[in-house]
């Protein structure tokens, strides 16, 4: 490792100490020692990380979805190469009070690309090695307080972990927190009245849906939100001329957002004086028309580009209100199994 990549390294993991503790994972797999079918996964899986670095959007890959949601997190991607292959790892950065998750975290990743240690720095900085046995941590070895060479020695034990006699694995550098290079321009100040949103930015597609003024089939918004697995935020608007409404933020992982989309045409009403608004995971904001296509591109998503919208066609200055007594909690097993089979009965 280079002069430049220690000091790109030690910048970001000490800007992280006393804030959030932290771990450092594999991101993809390595060698020709795997079974097959790993193999061909894992070449497919590289051949992705190659072509989403190109456009800066790692956001999608690696960490489940469920384990991200609502949390103030951080990963940043670490470049390194075993040879003249390219091997990149994972730095996380979590919240000191979930350390249980954050566990879970390593199992999946070491599970995944097949290595059997994660590195772990504590809230002090003390590093240690976490070693996993399946998705048990069987033992850890104590490094002392941290030093950017430890990615090095983490990063040849991964290569070792994957069987790749006689490689060595070197560190490049290390890049700067995915959701600030997906959505490079986007304002995050002022959030605080949309919940959650400022977490979500730059990771899932966040739609901004009116409460509708009627039911489909008997069921409430609510109810289809619980059937769609969407996690949200119920966010008031209210105008200087006593008008107020409410919207829903929904928080829309890629993989659902075809089935939310169709679902919520047959929800929305009333879209032509209360807009619907769509925010990609690069920031940009958009207009939506009821059938969900994009009616109107409007910039880069911020606080104020969002007033815009209603102080527009309003001309009244707006108030935004978060329900502060409202918390999403995942539906459970059965409701989500059953909301499927009633999406499917609706046209």
Same mark, same amino acid.
């Given at each position: 490792?280079?002069?430049?990549?220690?000091? &790109?390294?030690?910048?970001?993991?000490?800007?992280?100490?006393?804030?959030? *503790?932290? *771990?450092?994972?594999?991101?993809?797999?390595?060698?020709?020692?795997?079974?097959?079918?790993?193999? %061909?996964? $894992?070449?497919?899986?590289?051949?992705?990380?190659?072509?989403?670095?190109? !456009?800066?959007?790692?956001?999608?890959?690696?960490?489940?979805?469920?384990?991200?949601?609502?949390?103030?997190?951080?990963?940043?991607?670490?470049? /390194?190469?075993?040879?003249?292959?390219?091997? /990149?790892?994972?730095?996380?950065?979590?919240?000191?009070?979930?350390? #249980? =998750?954050?566990?879970?975290? @390593? @199992?999946?990743?070491?599970?995944?690309?097949?290595?059997?240690?994660?590195?772990?720095?504590?809230?002090?900085?003390?590093?240690?090695?976490?070693?996993?046995?399946?998705?048990? *941590?069987? /033992?850890?070895?104590?490094?002392?307080?941290?030093?950017?060479?430890?990615?090095?020695?983490?990063?040849?034990?991964?290569?070792? =972990?994957?069987?790749?006699?006689?490689? !060595?694995?070197?560190? !490049?550098? *290390? #890049?700067?927190?995915?959701?600030?290079?997906?959505?490079?321009?986007?304002?995050?100040?002022?959030?605080?009245?949309?919940?959650?949103? %400022?977490?979500?930015?730059?990771?899932?597609?966040?739609?901004?849906?009116?409460?509708?003024? $009627?039911?489909? #089939?008997?069921?409430?918004?609510? &109810?289809?939100?619980?059937?769609?697995?969407?996690?949200? =935020?119920?966010?008031?608007?209210?105008?200087?001329? /006593?008008?107020?409404?409410?919207?829903?933020?929904?928080?829309?992982?890629?993989?659902?957002?075809?089935?939310?989309?169709?679902?919520?045409?047959?929800?929305?009403?009333?879209?032509?004086?209360?807009?619907?608004?769509?925010?990609?995971?690069?920031?940009?904001?958009?207009?939506?028309?009821?059938?969900?296509?994009?009616?109107?591109?409007?910039?880069?998503?911020?606080?104020?580009?969002?007033?815009?919208?209603?102080?527009?066609?309003?001309?009244?200055?707006?108030?935004?209100?978060?329900?502060? =007594?409202?918390?999403?909690?995942?539906?459970?097993?059965?409701?989500?199994?059953?909301?499927?089979?009633?999406?499917?009965?609706?046209?």
């Amino acid at each position: 490792m280079d002069v430049l990549g220690k000091s &790109q390294l030690n910048y970001v993991v000490q800007s992280y100490i006393g804030k959030q *503790i932290m *771990i450092v994972v594999p991101s993809q797999s390595i060698g020709k020692d795997i079974d097959a079918e790993a193999g %061909s996964n $894992h070449l497919s899986l590289n051949r992705q990380i190659i072509c989403r670095l190109d !456009t800066n959007n790692q956001a999608v890959l690696g960490l489940p979805y469920s384990y991200t949601t609502g949390r103030n997190w951080c990963r940043h991607h670490i470049h /390194g190469v075993v040879g003249d292959e390219a091997f /990149g790892m994972e730095l996380i950065c979590w919240s000191p009070d979930s350390l #249980e =998750d954050l566990q879970e975290v @390593a @199992a999946w990743y070491a599970h995944k690309y097949g290595a059997h240690h994660v590195l772990f720095v504590s809230l002090k900085g003390e590093t240690k090695i976490w070693n996993y046995q399946g998705s048990r *941590i069987i /033992g850890h070895r104590k490094l002392g307080q941290w030093q950017a060479n430890y990615i090095e020695l983490y990063g040849q034990m991964v290569v070792d =972990d994957l069987k790749c006699k006689g490689c !060595t694995y070197q560190c !490049t550098s *290390i #890049e700067e927190d995915y959701r600030l290079v997906r959505a490079p321009h986007c304002d995050r100040s002022n959030l605080d009245d949309f919940g959650q949103l %400022s977490s979500h930015l730059g990771l899932d597609h966040i739609l901004f849906i009116p409460a509708p003024n $009627h039911q489909v #089939e008997g069921r409430t918004m609510e &109810q289809y939100l619980a059937f769609l697995d969407v996690p949200y =935020d119920k966010v008031y608007h209210s105008f200087a001329n /006593g008008e107020n409404f409410l919207y829903y933020v929904l928080y829309v992982r890629y993989c659902r957002l075809k089935l939310v989309l169709d679902a919520l045409q047959l929800l929305v009403d009333d879209y032509e004086s209360k807009p619907l608004l769509y925010v990609t995971p690069e920031g940009n904001l958009y207009i939506l028309q009821q059938d969900m296509s994009i009616l109107q591109g409007c910039g880069v998503f911020s606080r104020t580009s969002y007033v815009a919208m209603f102080t527009k066609l309003n001309k009244e200055i707006l108030q935004i209100q978060l329900d502060r =007594d409202f918390h999403y909690n995942r539906p459970n097993m059965f409701t989500r199994m059953g909301g499927a089979m009633i999406l499917g009965q609706i046209k």
